[in-house]
């Protein structure tokens, strides 16, 4: 999301930082085999490795280490949630989901491979974050271990983000209301940006009141990022050469500027963006700062 | 797999009950609902609650049984592990892998519901299956519970179930010596059918040479498990009215017949078996005579 020329320089750095110690992460805990089974892990590699900007990565270091949390812990975390993200995007750019043939300006994992390949790389990440969760290298205490598995579970699935995708099909067809699309956005993206929050606050051992505060945070910062995305894809022609506008509404989404017009959209977001910062408040001091600024960066964001 | 008819009937008395029991689980822990993604959760009821005969739900009761576990655990980690099972059908069943219409007779989840809704309903499927494991109404230790989960995604990844997977498709067009058939047949059935005793031993925390011979027996049987399949396929059309014979053939897949031929294969099944059998030697007593009579059956079957 962040590009470098708009996101204040220590904010950047610590994204490009996150970005760069994740990847290197991920390659350990997936490394290419010499195995028959080879092509899929080149599938499954090819679809996480691929320029993604790591934001819940960085959500998950950051909230971390407001609790001192050892940062191998919080990196490892952090690999099986892009995981996960990951298979989310191949599955929905499949032809019966989305039928995006690329991804970050390149091929998509079915096109690159194929369908059958790309359903199993999907499959294959997904049981993979899990496995990552549930290693004693995570974290010594079984404890905290099963509540990340069990919260990401609860976070990703039919009730979290597979449900929002379900609606967002469902979408297509049907007139939603603004109180629905909110539950469809809040699960589509919302859970999983606040699972990375969470994951931060059960590394640390948090609180119940720190953590609720922490995935509130995580919450609204999702919410007020969904809508500035819906408002950018109508301005996508005024601010971008050659990126599409209206795609959204093209195919029929359900977007809050649909549902709610352009610039009751924007102050929806800086509304959210207030509220996500306030939720810091517990935190208040410099370790919380670049949290802050992450909220701030999600209203000022061209692309 | 077995049918009223042919199963001894205190093994036949034994796989109903199981059916009867973790249907009921299973029903429990996935209900409808009247929230928008309902008919996300229609279809993976639909898919899971299809008539399965639940055969690695017996064995992880049955396995369980040897260390006096209570029922009520080892029946939610049978449910979990047979979503897992569904989800791996349901996946497979998609028109971009073996595009299969029907499943036990019915329409496939594909059919009945449509490509997107079936490629989700697997995929909360899967992501159930570990939220289930991670939960404390598993098991109150949350070691065991990681332990399952670790095991479990070990047993149904990349280098498990999902490879095996992906190894079947690359058959279709790739000679596999017979090395290969069997490493594919081990990951894509095996590993999970070892799963299901390995679990029964990480409920009743067995000792390392235990849990290990559990799995091997578990191994064995599933090898045998697939060839007898495979012989059936061949004598599909001398045994059994209006089922058709040599599909795997004409699909092109590696079987243990197409490789070693039909007699050759029949001895393979008994070797396995008999070897299935001695894997139970440390277990000797009433308590295994299931699983015993479990292996022996599989040579008897005939559908």
């Given at each position: 999301m962040p590009s470098p020329r708009e996101a204040p320089r220590k904010l950047q750095e610590a994204l490009d930082d996150a970005v760069a110690k994740v990847n290197k992460t991920i390659e350990r805990l997936m490394p290419e085999t010499d195995?028959?089974?080879?092509r899929l892990y080149e599938a499954m590699r090819y679809g996480v490795l691929n320029?993604?900007?790591?934001l819940r990565s960085f959500m998950i270091i950051q909230t971390a280490n407001l609790f001192k949390v050892d940062e191998n812990r919080s990196r490892r975390v952090a690999a099986a949630l892009e995981m996960l993200h990951s298979y989310s995007l191949i599955h929905d750019d499949l032809p019966a989901m989305d039928?995006?043939?690329?991804r970050r300006g390149k091929p998509s994992v079915h096109v690159e491979f194929d369908e059958a390949t790309a359903i199993l790389a999907g499959d294959a990440l997904l049981t993979l974050s899990f496995e990552i969760l549930s290693?004693?290298?995570?974290?010594?205490d079984p404890r905290i271990r099963c509540e990340l598995v069990s919260a990401l579970a609860k976070a990703a699935g039919g009730h979290g983000m597979v449900g929002g995708q379900m609606l967002d099909l469902m979408a297509e067809t049907e007139d939603f209301d603004l109180g629905t699309i909110s539950r469809l956005q809040r699960m589509k993206t919302g859970k999983l940006m606040a699972f990375a929050c969470e994951a931060g606050a059960i590394l640390g051992r948090a609180d119940p009141a720190h953590r609720k505060a922490l995935m509130n945070y995580a919450h609204d910062l999702g919410a007020a990022f969904q809508v500035t995305d819906d408002v950018l894809d109508v301005e996508g022609d005024e601010n971008t050469i050659g990126k599409p506008a209206n795609q959204d509404d093209a195919a029929g989404k359900a977007t809050f500027v649909s549902a709610m017009g352009k610039e009751q959209a924007k102050m929806r977001a800086e509304m959210l963006v207030q509220q996500a910062i306030r939720h810091l408040k517990p935190f208040e001091g410099a370790r919380a700062s670049l949290l802050k600024d992450l909220a701030l960066y999600v209203l000022e964001r061209r692309a």
């Open positions: 195995l028959p089974e080879a320029g993604g900007k790591r039928d995006a043939d690329l290693d004693p290298a995570t974290h010594e």
